[in-house]
C-alpha cells in the first residue's frame, strides 16, 4: 500500500491533516535546533560570566554582552549592563529579563497545542463522513447479499482518517511534552544563574556604570571595596580611634 493510496481512503480530510502535519513538523525541528544550540553552550557561557565577576565586574559585562545571542547571555547582561549601582534596581533586571527570555522559549508551543487538538477531531470527522457515505449506499433489498461487501470495505477504509490524525497528535503530543520538559530545566538554570551572580554583586559590589580601570591615584590615596568613595590612607602610628594631637595638647594644659 501506497502513500497515495492511503490518502485516497482517509477522504476529503487529508488535505487538513497534511496541512497539520507540516506545520507541527516544522516546528519541531525549528524548536530542536533552538534547543541544541541552548543546551551545547549554555553551561559553558554561565561559568565564564560568574568566574570573570568574582575577579573584575568590566570584564563580565563584556562577556555577557558577547553572548547576547544566547537567552543565558541576555539574562546576565541585564542587570550588569545598568548604570547604577542598586541591589534592587540588579534584582528586578533579573526577573523582567528571565521573564522575557523564558516566554520566548515557549515559542511554538501553542502551535503544537493546536495540532494536538484538532488532528483526532480531523480524523474523527472523516470517519464520521466515510460511514455516512457507506451506510447511504446500503439498500435494505441487499442486506445479506454480495452486495453489502462494498460497504464493509468502505467503512474499514473511513477509519484511515481516523488512524491519521491520531498519528499526527500522538507525534506532535511527544515533543511537545519534550520541549516543556525543557523549559521546566531552563527555569532551574535561570534561578541558579541569578542567585549566584546576585549572591557575588552583595557580596562586592561594584560601579556597574563605569567598566574601564581605574586611572592612576594621586600618593596617599586609596579607594574602598567598592570602587565608589576615595579616602586618605591613615598612618601606620596612627590609631583611629586615638584623638588628634590638639586635643590632647589641651587636655593636658588644662590638667595643670
Do not use: C
Not at 56 to 81: E, H, K, N, V, Y
Not at 224 to 229: F, I, Q
Amino acid at each position: 500500500m501506497d502513500i497515495l493510496d492511503i490518502f485516497r481512503k482517509v477522504g476529503p480530510v487529508v488535505w487538513p491533516l497534511l496541512f497539520f502535519s507540516v506545520l507541527s513538523l516544522s516546528v519541531v525541528l525549528e524548536r530542536l535546533w533552538f534547543w541544541l544550540r541552548i543546551l551545547t553552550q549554555e553551561k559553558e557561557t554561565v561559568d565564564r560570566i560568574l568566574e570573570a565577576a568574582r575577579q573584575d565586574w568590566g570584564i563580565a559585562a563584556d562577556m555577557a554582552r558577547q553572548a547576547t545571542d544566547q537567552p543565558i547571555g541576555r539574562f546576565l547582561f541585564a542587570p550588569l549592563s545598568l548604570p547604577k549601582n542598586n541591589a534592587e534596581l540588579f534584582r528586578l533586571a533579573l526577573e523582567s529579563t528571565a521573564e522575557t527570555e523564558l516566554a520566548q522559549m515557549r515559542r511554538g508551543e501553542k502551535v503544537l497545542e493546536l495540532v494536538i487538538a484538532v488532528a483526532p477531531l480531523l480524523g474523527l470527522f472523516g470517519t464520521v463522513w466515510g460511514l455516512i457515505r457507506s451506510l447511504e449506499s446500503i439498500r435494505i433489498g441487499d442486506l445479506g447479499t454480495e452486495a453489502t461487501a462494498g460497504v464493509t470495505t468502505g467503512i474499514g477504509e473511513s477509519l484511515y482518517s481516523t488512524a491519521v490524525g491520531l498519528a499526527v497528535a500522538i507525534f506532535s503530543l511527544i515533543f511537545y511534552r519534550l520541549f516543556q520538559g525543557l523549559l521546566v530545566n531552563q527555569v532551574k538554570v535561570f534561578r541558579k544563574a541569578g542567585n549566584d551572580l546576585e549572591m557575588l554583586y552583595l557580596q562586592s559590589p561594584a560601579d556597574l556604570s563605569n567598566s574601564k580601570p581605574n586611572k592612576a591615584l594621586p600618593q596617599g590615596v586609596a579607594h574602598d571595596s567598592t570602587g565608589e568613595n576615595f579616602i586618605p590612607r591613615r598612618k601606620r602610628t596612627q590609631n583611629r580611634f586615638s584623638d588628634p594631637p590638639e586635643i590632647s595638647e589641651d587636655t593636658s594644659d588644662s590638667d595643670k
